[in-house]
């Protein structure tokens, strides 16, 4: 039901208003001025039914599930019957110990006094005997065939048409390091060039990744590992500077260089060598050669210099006169140096090659002063003692024997290598190995009559002097299109091992048969006669 209040006109305000609205309107009747009572009225229901709910409708779905059923069982183990068994030592038994014999030592003494005689001179027999001379055990597998263990090479280099233009051994002769340049004719003095190195003991090797590249904005011509620092490698530039890297820090590996000074070469780079300082044999130099006609000493100072000690200077006037030298070919009174190698006898005494062809017996302890006009902060001095006749050509590597103080290799660009003494100015014996170009020349470290070269025509030439000293052992083709091979170095730690870089930006690391690694008998007996030989 609903109720409705009938309205009227609102009583005036006022006390009697407050008692109307007390007594719910019925405290007075109605009379004039006066409204009705409030009163309540009935009225129908009004029933609106919604619509929503039938347009919505309301479903309802009823579902269940049941889990699989679970299936037991009952097992019962018993454990295998097992059985107890004693064992008890026998008694021991006493060893009796049998008593010493009785010698007749008056017989065995004439026994002896009899077959002395005969027992001695049997004895003398054996140890004059040669039978077993140059004998060794050897329990090592015997390598029966030369091998390329490793053909390694750095794309980006590759690409640019660089060669590897030398090549260097670490100190623990693990890691093999190669420059990359440009030997052949063409200005390379802005060419972009790098110094890679490969670690042969790291597991998973990767030949086409070097594990160090430095980038150097001149091209490399050389490159010399330190002796004691494995990671320690000096360059020397086309741009005639002459650099050292750490390749242990990647980020910045850049030691100590030159600079352009009036004291740095002003021609390129030929080679470079670390000597040991005198007095100080943990402490070492850089030697640099190049074909300016400049020898110089390096030292490493602080911020990141090599501080020029000494330094050298070949003028054509000043060489020792012991044999017919040609003019130079430019007319100049500078000698051009080509390669250098140390006395492994003497620390002060070096071989130089030279532009000219001819071989220079040379010493640090020289003192003439030199006839020159290149500017240097140190007084340069003369360092020839001996001139030796020359090659056809230039001298483009040298190598002292480190089994014999006075004999030298030289190989040149007449195809030649010559074997010199010291002691006189014509070579020993001269071997023709090549219609081209003969770029590097090596002694074994462990062999004193083996020796290597690499040559213009792609080959590697193993010599092996105690077997023929007119044709090689062993010749290896390192390229197959004759591209030339420009250096090589042994391995004066894993003494079987070979490495060789060629035109086409590879280095091979070849494996030597067991014959370039063992000493025969009397070797070093057949070298020193060569050397008398030569020497009369």
């Not at 090549?167 to 390379?188: P, Q």
């Not at 590097?440 to 040559?455: E, G, H, K, Q, Y």
């Given at each position: 039901t609903a109720t409705r209040a009938q309205s009227g006109p609102l009583s005036p305000a006022g006390s009697a208003g407050v008692a109307v609205l007390a007594t719910g309107g019925v405290a007075s009747g109605p009379g004039p001025g006066r409204p009705g009572p409030l009163q309540d009225e009935t009225l129908g229901v009004a029933s609106v039914p919604s619509q929503w709910r039938a347009v919505q409708g309301i479903g309802g779905e009823t579902k269940s599930c049941q889990t699989a059923s679970i299936a037991t069982a009952n097992v019962s183990a018993?454990?295998?019957?097992?059985?107890?068994a004693q064992v008890q030592t026998e008694a021991p038994v006493p060893v009796s110990v049998q008593p010493l014999s009785r010698y007749d030592m008056p017989r065995l003494a004439a026994f002896l006094r009899r077959v002395e005689a005969m027992v001695i001179r049997e004895l003398n027999k054996n140890w004059q005997s040669h039978a077993f001379d140059g004998f060794e055990v050897n329990w090592t597998e015997q390598q029966q065939m030369v091998s390329c263990l490793y053909t390694l090479?750095?794309?980006?280099?590759?690409?640019?048409?660089?060669?590897?233009?030398?090549?260097?051994?670490?100190?623990?002769?693990?890691?093999?390091?190669?420059?990359?340049?440009?030997?052949?004719?063409?200005?390379?003095?802005?060419?972009?060039?790098?110094?890679?190195?490969?670690?042969?003991?790291?597991?998973?090797?990767?030949?086409?990744q070097p594990s160090a590249v430095v980038e150097v904005p001149s091209a490399v011509l050389c490159l010399a590992f330190h002796p004691t620092q494995p990671s320690h490698v000096a360059g020397g530039l086309y741009s005639g500077e002459v650099l050292v890297w750490d390749l242990s820090r990647p980020e910045d590996p850049l030691l100590w260089c030159t600079g352009l000074t009036d004291?740095?070469?002003?021609?390129?780079?030929?080679?470079?060598?670390?000597?040991?300082?005198?007095g100080h044999s943990h402490r070492f130099q850089v030697l640099s050669v190049a074909t300016d006609g400049k020898v110089l000493l390096w030292r490493g100072v602080g911020a990141g210099q090599?501080?020029?000690?000494?330094?050298?200077?070949?003028v054509m006037q000043q060489l020792p006169r012991s044999t017919k030298?040609?003019?130079?070919?430019?007319?100049?009174?500078?000698?051009?140096?080509?390669?250098?190698?140390?006395?492994?006898?003497?620390?002060?005494?070096?071989?130089?090659?030279?532009?000219?062809?001819?071989?220079?017996?040379?010493?640090?302890?020289?003192?003439?002063?030199?006839?020159?006009?290149?500017?240097?902060?140190?007084?340069?001095?003369?360092?020839?003692?001996?001139?030796?006749?020359?090659?056809?050509?230039?001298?483009?590597?040298?190598?002292?024997?480190?089994?014999?103080?006075?004999?030298?290799?030289?190989?040149g660009t007449d195809g030649h290598v010559h074997l010199y003494s010291m002691l006189q100015a014509p070579p020993l014996t001269s071997l023709q190995l090549s219609l081209k170009y003969l770029f590097?020349?090596?002694?074994?470290?462990?062999?004193?009559?083996?020796?290597?070269?690499?040559?213009g025509?792609?080959?590697?030439?193993?010599?092996?002097?105690?077997?023929?000293?007119?044709?090689?052992?062993?010749?290896?083709?390192?390229?197959?299109?004759?591209?030339?091979?420009?250096?090589?170095?042994?391995?004066?730690?894993?003494t079987q091992l070979l490495a060789a870089g060629d035109a086409q930006g590879t280095v091979k690391v070849w494996q030597l048969s067991t014959e370039f690694v063992e000493q025969g008998p009397r070797e070093a007996e057949d070298l020193d006669r060569l050397a008398a030989e030569v020497a009369t």
């Open positions: 018993q454990a295998r019957s097992h059985v107890d090479g750095y794309p980006p280099a590759q690409a640019q048409g660089l060669h590897v233009t030398g090549i260097s051994w670490n100190s623990t002769g693990s890691v093999v390091a190669c420059a990359y340049g440009r030997l052949d004719h063409g200005d390379w003095s802005t060419l972009k060039s790098f110094v890679c190195a490969w670690n042969l003991d790291r597991r998973g090797l990767s030949p086409r004291d740095t070469h002003t021609d390129p780079v030929s080679q470079v060598v670390w000597l040991p300082e005198p090599l501080q020029l000690t000494e330094g050298f200077a070949l030298l040609k003019k130079h070919s430019r007319g100049e009174t500078e000698v051009g140096a080509t390669a250098v190698a140390f006395s492994s006898f003497d620390p002060r005494l070096f071989i130089l090659g030279t532009e000219g062809g001819f071989p220079l017996k040379c010493s640090l302890a020289a003192g003439e002063a030199a006839l020159t006009r290149m500017p240097s902060s140190v007084p340069l001095r003369a360092p020839a003692q001996f001139t030796f006749s020359p090659h056809g050509g230039p001298v483009y590597s040298v190598s002292c024997s480190p089994f014999h103080r006075n004999l030298f290799l030289s190989a590097a020349v090596r002694w074994s470290p462990v062999r004193p009559l083996v020796f290597a070269a690499a040559s025509e792609g080959d590697v030439l193993l010599f092996d002097l105690q077997k023929s000293s007119q044709k090689p052992t062993v010749l290896i083709k390192q390229t197959q299109d004759e591209s030339p091979v420009y250096c090589l170095e042994f391995n004066s730690q894993q």
